[in-house]
């Protein structure tokens, strides 16, 4: 279409060329004559109509350009329907201006009509080759498009143009970029289509299965992001196979359900002899054993003799275990729980350190130091809660610096851990808990995660503040730790 149109629009100009070729013709001929005739000095009566003013008739190009401005009007509205209907009408008047169908190009690139845009772009470009803003446009409507190599020809254009603009040559190296990416992704989903046609060819995705298992599906592993996936660590399950054994059935048995029989040959059996079973005089070939039908009473009492010996086994079984009384639940009294009383004027920390003492010596035993950030916290989340208490009282009294370079480990989990583990027993045992904190406050991610912590542990971070002032530390260490934890108290 856009091929035609141009070659109508070219027969046009040279149709009007030719007009006024012609009418230059004419023009010249009749100045030749008038210069050769003599004059004629006769008065002539002009009639009195020919005196009258004729009115100027308006230019078809004026009148198109106050279309075209009040095109230009609803643009600045953003009125592109109506900025189209009259640049439509301008371009009706005097078609023959590139400034028409730029503009009401840029009003179908606005409305996302960029095969619009692009026909009015190659009309304009027909009628200037000089046009910047038809191969502008016209690149911006291949891009929307997906027609990036079409897109760097226009923008090619535009840069030989309009050399001394930098923003044009961003754009052309952009789309070089975009193109280069479009390859890249094109080439890859190229490889993995084949890989695939080939597993489906295979028969089973992944593996070169024979085709008895065409049936199997491969299920992948889930690929999620990092602020995704659990913190926890693995859980291993043991699966174990519970082998059972039945009461196997006897064999006589077997043979009697199936009217067999696998004992010795008997050659005196009638059965055993050759015998004629069709109207044709086919004879039975000899078998090495002879079928002796056996009658369904003789199966059943079998049967029924080989469960009872069965049952009768069990209930000796049952016999010798031992047996439970039973009770009934008038008779049984309900238990009283038993409160210890306290000894007057004991305070609860004591009692709360008393019973600490008691887990910790029931629990296993405090693992050693550790050497690293990592073994640290692959330690600390095995730990019981009274574990982890003896584990960082030892941490604190070694001095050591494993909590300073936790680094990227410290998660919200892990301080929360640590806050409560302060709390409940390093206050209880009046223990310093100012070495911690002040190593957690070094840490480049506390000023985070303080925003993220919970309710309680903001509680617990007020109570060892406290604490702290309590136990007289020092004042430059208390506004240390508080301006690391962005004052959550």
């Not at 091929?3 to 030749?32: A, G, I």
């Not at 043979?255 to 109207?279: C, I, M, R, W």
Request: glycine content about 2%; hydrophobic content about 35%; overall charge neutral.
């Amino acid at each position: 279409e856009i091929k035609q149109s141009v070659e109508r629009n070219c027969d046009e100009l040279k149709l009007k060329m030719k007009e006024v070729l012609d009418f230059q013709r004419e023009m010249k001929q009749t100045e030749k004559k008038l210069k050769t005739e003599k004059a004629d000095n006769k008065d002539v009566d002009v009639p009195v109509r020919s005196q009258m003013k004729q009115e100027p008739q308006d230019d078809p190009h004026t009148m198109a350009n106050g279309m075209k401005e009040k095109g230009n009007g609803c643009v600045k509205l953003k009125d592109f329907e109506g900025a189209i209907f009259h640049y439509t009408a301008a371009i009706e008047t005097f078609p023959d201006d590139p400034i028409y169908y730029t503009n009401r190009a840029l009003c179908y690139l606005r409305l996302d009509r960029q095969n619009k845009c692009i026909e009015d772009c190659n009309i304009a470009i027909s009628l200037d080759r000089q046009c910047v803003k038809a191969f502008y446009r016209r690149m911006q409507a291949n891009e929307s498009l997906g027609n990036t190599e079409a897109a760097i020809k226009d923008c090619e254009d535009v840069v030989r143009l309009e050399p001394s603009t930098l923003s044009h040559r961003r754009e052309l190296d952009r789309l070089k970029n975009r193109l280069k990416n479009e390859k890249n992704i094109t080439a890859r989903n190229e490889i993995n289509n084949n890989r695939k046609r080939e597993e489906a060819t295979r028969g089973v995705p992944g593996k070169p299965w024979s085709r008895l298992d065409r049936e199997a599906r491969e299920v992948d592993f889930v690929d999620k992001k990092p602020h995704l996936r659990s913190k926890k660590p693995l859980k291993r399950v043991d699966v174990a196979e519970i082998i059972t054994q039945p009461e196997p059935i006897p064999d006589h048995i077997v043979d009697k359900l199936f009217n067999n029989f696998t004992g010795e040959y008997d050659a005196t059996s009638p059965s055993s002899s050759s015998a004629s079973v069709f109207d044709y005089g086919i004879p039975l070939l000899s078998l090495p054993f002879a079928p002796r039908p056996s009658t369904s009473q003789e199966v059943e009492d079998d049967v029924f003799e080989h469960l009872a010996k069965y049952n009768e086994k069990r209930t000796q079984e049952a016999a010798a275990a031992p047996k439970l009384e039973v009770v009934s639940k008038q008779e049984v009294a309900p238990k009283q729980e038993v409160v210890p009383k306290l000894p007057p004027k004991t305070k609860k920390v004591d009692i709360v350190a008393e019973s600490t003492d008691e887990k910790v010596e029931e629990h296993q035993r405090i693992p050693d130091l550790p050497s690293t950030n990592v073994q640290f916290c692959s330690t600390w989340k095995d730990l019981t809660e009274v574990t982890r208490c003896g584990y960082l009282e030892a941490i604190v009294a070694a001095n050591s610096s494993v909590i300073k370079t936790l680094g990227p480990l410290l998660e919200n989990t892990l301080l929360s851990e640590l806050l409560s583990t302060l709390g409940r027993h390093f206050i209880a045992k009046k223990l310093p808990v100012h070495n911690v904190l002040d190593a957690l406050a070094t840490n480049s991610e506390i000023g985070i995660l303080s925003c993220f912590m919970t309710t309680a542990d903001r509680k617990v971070f007020a109570q060892l503040m406290q604490y702290m002032g309590e136990m007289q530390v020092d004042n430059n260490v208390l506004s240390s730790i508080q301006r690391a934890f962005k004052e959550v108290v």
